[in-house]
Structures are given as C-alpha cells and as structure tokens.
C-alpha cells in the first residue's frame, strides 16, 4: 500500500482483515494523507486526531506494518516484489486553465495558506467556494484585521458539506470582513504592481474587482499519480484508489479503497 491518507488506511484494513499481509509506505514521516492538513482548519483538529488515532490502533491490532519518512520509487516498490500493489497518493491542487494567469508564481494554493508556507496580505481573494476555499478563509481570519472575498461559480458556497455543517461555520463568520460572490466565474488574474486585480463575469456581466493583496487557489485537485502509472507498465496488479485515480471527498476514498479491496 502506498500512501496513507483516508483511502491508503482504510484499504490496508480491509485488506488486513481479509488475511493480507500489508505493509504501508508513504514518504511522510506521519500517517493521515490530505486529512492532516484537514487537520490545520479551525475547529477540526479533535475530530482529526480521533480519526487518526482510529487507525493507528487498527494498525497495530492487525499487524500492518509501516514505512514512514521515505519517497516510494518504482525500483524500491520492484524490489519489494508485492503480489498486489494499490496506490494511494493522492492529489495536488488543481491550477484552472480556464482561469487566464491563474499559473501566476505569487498566486498560492489554499493548501501551502494552511501550511504556513506562504505570506497572506490583508486583502485576500480566494477562488473557489467549496469547504476547502471558505475553511480556508476561516483561517486566514483568525487575524481579525485581514478581509476575504470568496469566488464561487456555482449559485452556492459550502455545497459539498451537509446543511448542519454549512450553517454552523458561516455563523462563525458573522462579526468577520467576509464576502461571498457566488455565480461568478473568474476569469483571469491580472497582476498590478504590488496587488492583483481579477476579471470576472457575474450573472453574465463583466467586472473588475480591485486590491487585493494575495490570491488564493481552491479549486480542487488533480490525480497525484505518476508513481502509480510508471508502476503500472512496470508490474502486474498495480491498482490506484482514492484522489490519484479520480478526485472526490473523504467518502469516496473510503469507498473507492473498500471496493478495491473487496476484490482482492
């Protein structure tokens, strides 16, 4: 198994249960995959380390043995001579080519503001209004003097989380310098000097919304597979599951690894 985010943990479960002997390798040097930076959004961290210490504990009841802490290759996978291989490496952030300077250096992904790997100004756009961009906001407003506008071309925000779940954390954002501009495609990213300017077109009308200091990505993600191809047309039953086949939520890694496994 290789990866060990919600898809990698829960198919070397099953697999474990059905009497595999399974070992995990990933190159991080801590079990959870996407969920750790799930983690760094304000109000999951609890529920994060539950769910991780859920594993944990699986792991040692099953005997799974993991390998943390080294990048995978396909000669380290090869000399391993695994009788199945599943692949679970995820996914990266998705770049919109739609989205005209959108691959600007200084435009960041949501995930590297999470990580405390990039600066964020006081004025801050971020495309992209699914739990990951408006989290991601919520974040970003822990600093009380910072203001976000969020962009999201569907006629909603939130719409990949429950109802509950929406309204409790858009009440958070009731006394923070918050805007929402919904059926609003973005269309390009225009760097003005020290600040950037984005060209929209909301309800089929064209603007130009000024001033913002950083822009953030929260588009999605895209497959992380090239281990899992060049394995692929180098061995036998070498199988990707979660993100690096097809991207999508939590539940469908879990159900993706489950189905994988349940044909082993």
């Not at 040692?60 to 000669?75: A, C, F």
């Not at 391993?80 to 200084?106: E, W």
């Not at 790997?117 to 004025?123: F, H, L």
């Not at 895209?222 to 991207?247: C, H, R, Y």
């Amino acid at each position: 198994m290789i990866g060990s985010g919600p898809a990698g943990l829960e198919a070397a479960r099953i697999a474990a249960i059905k009497g595999h002997d399974v070992t995990i390798m990933d190159r991080k040097d801590k079990i959870g995959g996407k969920m750790l930076l799930v983690k760094l959004r304000p109000g999951k961290d609890r529920l994060i380390d539950r769910w991780i210490a859920y594993y944990e504990n699986e792991i040692e009841r099953l005997n799974i043995k993991v390998e943390l802490g080294k990048e995978v290759t396909v000669e380290m996978v090869e000399a391993f001579q695994p009788d199945i291989t599943l692949v679970a490496t995820g996914g990266k952030p998705l770049v919109p080519r739609a989205i005209k300077g959108a691959d600007n250096k200084k435009v960041v992904a949501a995930d590297d503001v999470l990580l405390d790997k990039v600066p964020v100004g006081q004025n801050v756009a971020i495309i992209g209004g699914s739990s990951l961009g408006v989290e991601t906001a919520d974040f970003i407003l822990q600093d009380d003097s910072r203001k976000v506008t969020v962009f999201e071309m569907q006629r909603d925000v939130l719409m990949d989380i429950s109802h509950d779940a929406e309204l409790a954390l858009l009440e958070d954002f009731l006394k923070k310098d918050i805007k929402f501009l919904t059926s609003t495609d973005v269309l390009k990213v225009v760097e003005n000097k020290d600040k950037f300017n984005l060209q929209i077109r909301r309800y089929s009308h064209p603007d130009l919304i000024t001033g913002f200091d950083t822009v953030v990505l929260a588009c999605g993600v895209i497959p992380e597979n090239q281990l899992g191809l060049a394995l692929q047309k180098k061995m036998d039953n070498v199988f990707l599951v979660g993100d690096s086949e097809t991207p999508g939520d939590f539940r469908k890694a879990v159900h993706d690894a489950a189905k994988a496994c349940m044909k082993l």
